[in-house]
Structure formats: C-alpha cells, structure tokens
C-alpha cells in the first residue's frame, strides 16, 4: 500500500493562509468610536487564567499595572493546571539553546532564535520566580531530557512543585494564590471575551461577556491572549491537524478563541500544525480522553490491518500522532485512528494503560482509571476475549493477519531483537519522565488467554500554533510588524515546533508569561 502524510500538504497550506491579512472588517463591530463609552477599566487585560495568565498577572502588578484577568471557564488553571506540571530548567543557557535547536530539525520547522535563546536565559531563573511569589514552594526533579542522544542534552532537567496533588494542580495552586490571595488581583470566572476592541491598528481593549451582558473593557497599556490553543475546535482541527478523529486530553475551554481574536488584528500565523499530541482513549462519562502510558512489556499496538506499524515504546510521548498519521493514498483511510493496543493477562495485571493522575480526565474531572482494569472491561472500554480470533472479531482486524502479527512479535522477542521496529528490550539511560518507565520494554505475549484490546486515538495534550511573537512577547503582524499594545503568551503561538523537549510548554507559559506582563505593563497608558 502507498503511505502518504498530510504534514507537508498542511504545513505549506498553513503558511498560505498565514500570509493572509485579516480583513479590517473582521473587526469592524469591535472598532472604538470616539466617545466610546467603557463599562470598566484596567491597565492590562489578561484574557485566559492558566500557567501563562498566572504569570503575566502577577508580572504585570508587580510591575506597578492594574490588571484585570478574565477566564471563560468557570474555573481557571487551562492546560497547566490538567498538566503534569513540569518544567524544565537548564544548568546552562548557552548549552540549552544548542539543545533545543535540534529538535527543530526534525521535522524541519521555523525556528527563531531569538525566542529560544531568551526562553533559555529566563528558563535558566526559574528558581528566583518561585522564590520571589512562593518562598515556600519546594521543587522536585521529575526527569530528564527526551532526546538524550543530542549534544547537551544532560543540561536538560525536569521539575514540578512539591505536594501531595499532582503537578498540575499543585503549581496552578501557587499561581493562584500569588495572584488572588496575595496580590488581591480581580479575576472573572466565567467570562469569555468576545472579541479585541481597536482604535486603528491598536488594540484598546476587549468585548467580555460577564454576568449575563457584554461588557466593554478598556485596557490602558495592553491586552495579553493567554488564552490556549484549538484542541477542541471542529473547524480548526479540520484545517490544521494531521490526522483525524483527534480528541483533547486538556482543557475544553481551549477552542480557538485567541486564534480568531488575533487574527482578526492581521496576526502572522506559524506552527499551526504543530502540537503535543500522544495516543489516548475515549471514555463516555468524560469530557477528556484518558492519555495513553503502558506500564508493561506484555503489550503491542496494530492498526486496523492486525498489523504492528511503529516502534511502541520508542516513539516520544508528545509526538504519538506521527506514528498514527499516515495516510493511505490507495484506499484514502488512516490505518492507524484508530489503532488498538493489545495484551496479555499478565499485561493487564501490570497496572493501569494510562497515568492515574494527569490530564484533564483525571486530574480535573476525577475520572480514575480502575488498577486492574476491571471497571472498563465491564463498561466496554477495553475489550476482552478469550483467543485471539475472537479478539479481531471485537475489534474487527483480520484475524490472521493479527494472529500471524502476535507469532511474529514473540518469535522475535524471545530471540532477542525485534526486527520489524527495533522495539528495545530493556530500557536504558535516564528517564524522560520518572514515574512512568518500566525495566523490561518488550516481552512476548502469552500462547494462552484471556487477551485484551483498547481502542486508541491521537489525543491532543496543547496545540502550539498561533499569532508569532517576538521577545517581548508582542503579537506580530504578517509583515513582521508588532501589534501595537497585543501581547501573546503560553501554548498560543509557541515557540515550539512538532517535536519538542516535553515540559518546555508550561515552563514557556511561566517564560513568556513574565515577558508579556512586563511588556505590557512598561506601555504608556492611553490618555
């Protein structure tokens, strides 16, 4: 069969679309007039209350700013607080950047080194941030770099706030309270904006919906979008993802506004098909999906063919979806959404197929995955059978093709090598994420049932497409032009391309969460 991806054809179509200007009557309704009259006024106005709205907040006022922060879900915290928390803080800023400039290359993305160099220095200061807003706050090694076989890679470390909560949640905690309790910063819950309000080519303020009316804000020295990406907007994943079928393992309340808010200001477009994005599992009483995290070797992923098609415990975590994506040119289907993870006995009795603590699901719907996966063989989530035939027939793969699939695997395994996908044995070097290796990555299933098999999606964790900065966190024009007093900040326009160094996006959201807050409290304020 003849493969073929969408990356291409969707990164060229991205950058068409990108060297559009916004029309100026996209935004004609939000037009300032003369004698407009204001409902309320703040210094900054920081739309979205995650990771990088915490920050620019607590910047901004310390800064001097008043600052109005509203959040269209009822509560804050975005994709940091459904996070495993993590972050990165490099040793070295010099040896980070040389780091983290290859991860580029792979997938051949626009990189600007500007960007990176300045999230280095200030990712490098991390440590002061907390101190300055939580002097108690303790930080803990979580793991390491993601890719260890590139040059400085052991520069590269991991960490999250101490506590008894998962990371997210524990860090959203500290944000909250510097914000909320210590600075007494106002905060509308439940209060999406609808729209920027401009005078001009200048960004003024924004039409807020709260209790019930729409509400004009004017903001004296700038607007902040810390707003999130698109996971889970139809149209935008149509247009931009690689793949289909793509369900959110983050924030529901990310659905492209701040996409369409910049946009409507002429904003240049870049990573749009870029995203964090691993494998994860629908479950019908959540809103989320549950992410996907094997704790055992006894397992192996097919496609809809009964066949093996990547290197399952190889392939980086936040860069599952390039392993599923293919498309198939000849029978224009993808194989592999879904694929299906299949396993043992002693597989299902290893532990649970996802991490019981993060992403949304979990950590903020309270869905808990059971330990032996008891509850979702009742509920139907994961199918089981007591040979393999009857398993294909549940997840309706070719049973000879799956059988002849399971043979081949422990043919190889018990031979020493895997020679379809150079799957490793055992695991070595450090961990990228401690907590979520085992020691034996490959062992051959079981001659004997009962088998088991669970449905898998791509599943976006962020998306880092967006309106492009620049260091101060200014949101740039399709002329590389800034926008005047529009600042940009978090997963909305990342820096980052397709394969990242995971925990670089919250700790991009605290970076340039800082920088927008300070540049936008440094403006002149509006007479």
């Keep these: 069969m003849t493969a073929i991806s969408k990356r291409t054809f969707l990164k060229f179509a991205a950058a068409g679309a990108a060297a559009v200007p916004a029309s100026p009557l996209l935004a004609a309704d939000a037009k300032a007039e003369p004698k407009t009259h204001w409902d309320t006024e703040t210094d900054v106005l920081v739309i979205g209350y995650g990771g990088a709205g915490g920050a620019a907040a607590i910047t901004a006022h310390d800064a001097g700013a008043k600052v109005l922060v509203i959040e269209k879900m009822k509560d804050g915290g975005g994709n940091t607080r459904a996070s495993g928390g993590g972050f990165i803080i490099p040793k070295n800023a010099d040896e980070a950047y040389q780091y983290l400039e290859k991860t580029f290359l792979f997938a051949d993305n626009e990189m600007d080194g500007a960007l990176v160099r300045t999230f280095c220095e200030r990712a490098v200061k991390l440590p002061e941030f907390f101190k300055r807003i939580a002097p108690a706050s303790k930080l803990r090694v979580t793991g390491h770099a993601n890719y260890p076989y590139l040059p400085f890679a052991e520069n590269i470390t991991k960490y999250r706030v101490g506590g008894h909560q998962p990371g997210g949640i524990e860090l959203f905690k500290v944000l909250r309270t510097a914000v909320e309790t210590d600075r007494k910063i106002p905060v509308w819950l439940g209060s999406p904006a609808k729209e920027l309000i401009r005078e001009g080519n200048t960004v003024v303020g924004a039409l807020v919906e709260h209790d019930g009316k729409l509400v004009r804000v004017r903001a004296r020295r700038g607007v902040i979008l810390a707003c999130g990406g698109y996971e889970y907007d139809p149209q935008s994943l149509q247009n931009f993802a690689q793949g289909t079928k793509i369900l959110g393992l983050g924030n529901p309340g990310n659905t492209g506004d701040g996409l369409r808010m910049a946009a409507s200001m002429g904003a240049r477009l870049w990573h749009m098909t870029s995203y964090s994005c691993p494998l994860g599992i629908k479950d019908p009483g959540c809103k989320a999906a549950v992410f996907v995290t094997m704790m055992t070797p006894n397992y192996i992923m097919v496609n809809q063919d009964?066949?093996?098609?990547?290197?399952?415990?190889?392939?980086?975590?936040?860069?599952?979806?390039y392993a599923v994506n293919p498309l198939n040119g000849v029978e224009h289907k993808y194989p592999a959404i879904p694929c299906y993870i299949v396993m043992d006995e002693a597989g299902r009795l290893a532990g649970r197929p996802t991490h019981f603590k993060y992403g949304y699901a979990a950590g903020i719907e309270g869905y808990h995955w059971s330990e032996d996966s008891s509850a979702e063989i009742k509920s139907g989530v994961v199918k089981k059978a007591d040979t393999l035939e009857e398993l294909a027939k549940l997840i309706h793969v070719p049973a000879d093709a799956l059988?002849?699939?399971?043979?081949?695997?422990?043919?190889?395994?018990?031979?020493g090598r895997d020679t379809e996908f150079g799957r490793k044995i055992k695991k070595t070097g450090k961990s990228a994420f401690i907590g979520t290796d085992v020691p034996t990555l490959s062992a051959p299933l079981s001659e004997k049932g009962p088998y088991y098999a669970i449905e898998a999606y791509p599943a976006l964790l962020n998306t880092q497409g967006?309106?492009?900065?620049?260091?101060?966190?200014?949101?740039?024009?399709?002329?590389?032009?800034?926008?005047?007093?529009?600042?940009?900040?978090?997963?909305?326009?990342?820096?980052?391309?397709?394969?990242?160094?995971?925990?670089?996006?919250?700790?991009e959201a605290l970076v340039y969460g800082q920088i927008a807050g300070e540049s936008a409290a440094g403006e002149k304020p509006l007479s």
């Excluded at 059988?403 to 031979?415: G, L, S």
């Design 403 to 415: 059988k002849a699939q399971v043979a081949k695997w422990n043919a190889d395994i018990r031979a």
């Design 306 to 321: 009964g066949k093996r098609f990547c290197n399952e415990a190889g392939v980086d975590f936040h860069g599952f979806i």
């Design 466 to 507: 967006g309106p492009k900065r620049d260091v101060k966190a200014r949101v740039m024009d399709v002329f590389d032009r800034p926008v005047p007093r529009l600042y940009v900040a978090g997963e909305l326009g990342s820096i980052w391309g397709s394969i990242y160094q995971g925990s670089s996006n919250v700790c």
